[in-house]
């Protein structure tokens, strides 16, 4: 009898005590990167020298990929860089300090506005995990390539260039540029870089949004007078409708601004934006955006998983800015965009979808591109929000 107590005893205490507290968001972090690990070795191997993924045909079984000078070419890099802090692999680093070598020729690009995307998100993450000097002038050089764009007439960087269709399109997801303009500036103690940084964000907020927070996608300026031409879309279902990658493009921008400044205009107006998406009627309680709020054909339109990862990472930066009363208001809707993206409905099992972690995202419906494809920006957001959620919440 004393025996079997003893065993009995002995099983008792040899149940881990973790088992019964741990924070439930502390399996999905983990199970996140070690997919993120396998994906991306699968990714890598298949991958062009010379080339940056793009996303994953699954009808043919072809990785999908593009010339450095393309707008998300630094989400590759960024990606590895995040997958190697999390889990030490010496594969990935190596793959991740080849990739920048790939890219580096693009802190001299200036072809469009998307120089924080392509060198802030890749060279941004080698700097701050490494400490290596050598990236800081390669983004100081991109930062300045990014000013080239800069209207002062307009007050704005100008996004796309001069087309048939535009004059001086400026866009939304110019927001998510700034932060690299703020970076250098507090690097090198060079103003002029926050500078247009702070005036390109006060004639957004200015040109930009409607009165309920939502925002055009696209506001077109004549380069003479600096007026406001058209306010349209590109991507969007409408003129008047609110995209929702530029919904959580803006929302994530101006926290950036905040961020930097502390200028609490930045924040209020992050606030609405929060507002505008978390309490629109025509968010899926699984709070997986349809690709755009105001899309038609519900519940049978395509949803924006892409659209969820920002949300969900700026969602999270958003909680380090509020009150402990109303941290809650954004942390709940963040855990629930992270628990859906990271369940068999939007993340690829292993060894599937061409080595990309996330699936049914949508780039531009109205053209037939990119719909109900994994984006390698979605992954990059996937990412940075688990490891936001893991530094700033994960009860240890």
Same mark, same amino acid.
């Given at each position: 009898?004393?025996?079997?107590?003893?065993?009995?005893?002995?099983?008792?205490?040899?149940?881990?005590?973790?088992?019964?507290?741990?924070?439930?968001?502390?399996?999905?972090?983990?199970?996140?990167?070690?997919?993120?690990?396998?994906?991306?070795?699968?990714?890598?191997?298949?991958?062009?020298?010379?080339? !940056?993924?793009?996303?994953?045909?699954? *009808? @043919? #079984?072809?990785?999908?990929?593009?010339? %450095?000078?393309?707008?998300? =070419?630094?989400?590759?890099?960024?990606?590895?860089?995040?997958?190697?802090?999390?889990?030490?692999?010496?594969?990935?680093?190596?793959?991740?300090?080849?990739?920048?070598?790939?890219?580096?020729?693009?802190?001299?690009?200036?072809?469009?506005?998307?120089?924080?995307?392509?060198?802030?998100?890749?060279?941004?993450?080698?700097?701050?995990?490494?400490?290596?000097?050598?990236?800081?002038?390669?983004?100081?050089?991109?930062?300045?390539?990014?000013?080239?764009?800069?209207?002062?007439?307009?007050?704005?960087?100008?996004?796309?260039?001069?087309?048939?269709?535009?004059?001086?399109?400026?866009?939304?997801?110019?927001?998510?540029?700034?932060? !690299?303009?703020?970076?250098?500036?507090? *690097? @090198? #103690?060079?103003?002029?870089?926050?500078? %247009?940084?702070?005036?390109? =964000?006060?004639?957004?907020?200015?040109?930009?949004?409607?009165?309920?927070?939502?925002?055009?996608?696209?506001?077109?300026?004549?380069?003479?007078?600096?007026?406001?031409?058209?306010?349209?879309?590109?991507?969007?279902?409408?003129?008047?409708?609110?995209?929702?990658?530029?919904?959580?493009?803006?929302?994530?921008?101006?926290?950036?601004?905040?961020?930097?400044?502390?200028?609490?205009?930045?924040?209020?107006?992050?606030?609405?934006?929060?507002?505008?998406?978390?309490?629109?009627?025509?968010?899926?309680?699984?709070?997986?955006?349809?690709?755009?709020?105001?899309?038609?054909?519900?519940?049978?339109?395509?949803?924006?998983?892409?659209?969820?990862?920002?949300?969900?990472?700026?969602?999270?930066?958003?909680?380090?800015?509020?009150?402990?009363?109303?941290?809650?208001?954004?942390?709940?809707?963040?855990?629930?965009?992270?628990?859906?993206?990271?369940?068999?409905?939007?993340?690829?099992?292993?060894?599937?979808?061409?080595?990309?972690?996330?699936?049914?995202?949508?780039?531009?419906?109205?053209?037939?591109?990119?719909?109900?494809?994994?984006?390698?920006?979605?992954?990059?957001?996937?990412?940075?929000?688990?490891?936001?959620?893991?530094?700033?919440?994960?009860?240890?």
């Amino acid at each position: 009898m004393k025996y079997l107590l003893f065993i009995f005893f002995a099983f008792l205490l040899a149940i881990p005590v973790y088992s019964q507290s741990e924070d439930p968001m502390a399996p999905i972090i983990r199970n996140g990167f070690q997919r993120a690990l396998e994906q991306y070795r699968l990714l890598s191997a298949q991958l062009p020298a010379d080339k !940056m993924p793009q996303s994953f045909d699954e *009808k @043919t #079984g072809k990785l999908l990929s593009r010339d %450095i000078t393309w707008w998300c =070419s630094g989400f590759y890099p960024g990606s590895l860089w995040l997958i190697y802090e999390q889990t030490g692999d010496s594969a990935i680093k190596k793959e991740a300090l080849r990739s920048l070598k790939v890219i580096e020729p693009n802190q001299y690009f200036t072809g469009n506005h998307d120089l924080g995307f392509m060198m802030f998100c890749s060279f941004g993450n080698a700097y701050r995990i490494t400490g290596d000097q050598a990236y800081i002038p390669i983004i100081v050089n991109a930062a300045r390539s990014l000013t080239t764009r800069y209207r002062p007439k307009i007050k704005s960087i100008q996004s796309w260039n001069s087309s048939e269709y535009w004059q001086c399109p400026v866009i939304i997801d110019n927001m998510m540029n700034l932060e !690299m303009l703020n970076w250098v500036s507090a *690097k @090198t #103690g060079d103003k002029k870089f926050s500078e %247009i940084a702070r005036i390109h =964000s006060k004639t957004t907020l200015k040109n930009h949004f409607r009165p309920d927070f939502s925002s055009y996608h696209v506001v077109d300026y004549d380069t003479a007078t600096g007026k406001v031409m058209r306010k349209a879309t590109w991507q969007g279902a409408s003129n008047n409708s609110a995209w929702s990658r530029g919904q959580s493009w803006g929302f994530y921008g101006f926290l950036t601004m905040y961020r930097s400044s502390k200028d609490p205009v930045y924040l209020k107006q992050a606030k609405n934006i929060a507002r505008f998406i978390l309490n629109h009627p025509n968010l899926p309680a699984d709070k997986i955006p349809y690709w755009d709020y105001d899309a038609g054909f519900m519940p049978l339109a395509k949803r924006d998983a892409s659209a969820a990862c920002i949300l969900a990472s700026a969602l999270l930066e958003m909680g380090q800015y509020v009150s402990a009363t109303e941290r809650e208001e954004y942390l709940a809707p963040a855990r629930q965009i992270l628990k859906s993206l990271s369940g068999a409905e939007y993340l690829y099992a292993k060894g599937q979808g061409g080595g990309f972690l996330i699936r049914h995202c949508v780039g531009a419906l109205p053209m037939n591109s990119e719909v109900d494809v994994p984006l390698i920006y979605a992954d990059y957001y996937y990412l940075e929000a688990l490891k936001r959620y893991k530094d700033w919440y994960l009860k240890k």
